[in-house]
């Protein structure tokens, strides 16, 4: 429970990403009431999300209960091997469950049709969560 500690996800490939659902944690009053994102290409340099190049970082709002559901789509989507999400106040003690929202499989295009995807066969990323600088007590709850 003190500032700086972090959850992430490495999706070992650059992915798409357009936003992070949170939530509380499932047994317990404890949520994450605003966090940031950081993102990251290689895993070793991150940089905080911002809505538009040069503004400070986004303060996202988190959740003001343990069950509900909180969608924060990002204004811009983004391309990153690595999400971490690193909270800035809670409710009690940093306890998190959490979605990423965007597109970690590459697409090939049907013959005769136009598309945007990364021509390829890839697979989805693993989404290996990772947590930073674990409280002592009880751990939060990992996303998922």
Do not use: H, M
């Amino acid at each position: 429970n003190e500032p700086g500690q972090w959850i992430q996800v490495d999706f070992e490939e650059p992915t798409l990403i357009s936003g992070v659902v949170t939530q509380g944690r499932e047994d317990q009053p404890q949520w994450v009431q605003s966090f940031i994102v950081l993102i990251s290409e290689d895993g070793v340099n991150f940089t905080p999300y911002t809505d538009n190049p040069g503004e400070p970082p986004k303060i996202f709002p988190g959740n003001t209960d343990q069950n509900t559901l909180v969608k924060n789509p990002f204004n811009r989507n983004i391309i990153a091997q690595v999400i971490r999400i690193q909270p800035l106040t809670w409710e009690d003690t940093i306890a998190i469950r959490f979605n990423v929202l965007g597109c970690a499989e590459k697409t090939t295009p049907l013959p005769g049709t136009t598309g945007t995807g990364t021509p390829g066969t890839g697979t989805p990323g693993t989404g290996k969560p990772t947590t930073g600088q674990p409280p002592s007590g009880t751990p939060p709850t990992e996303g998922t």
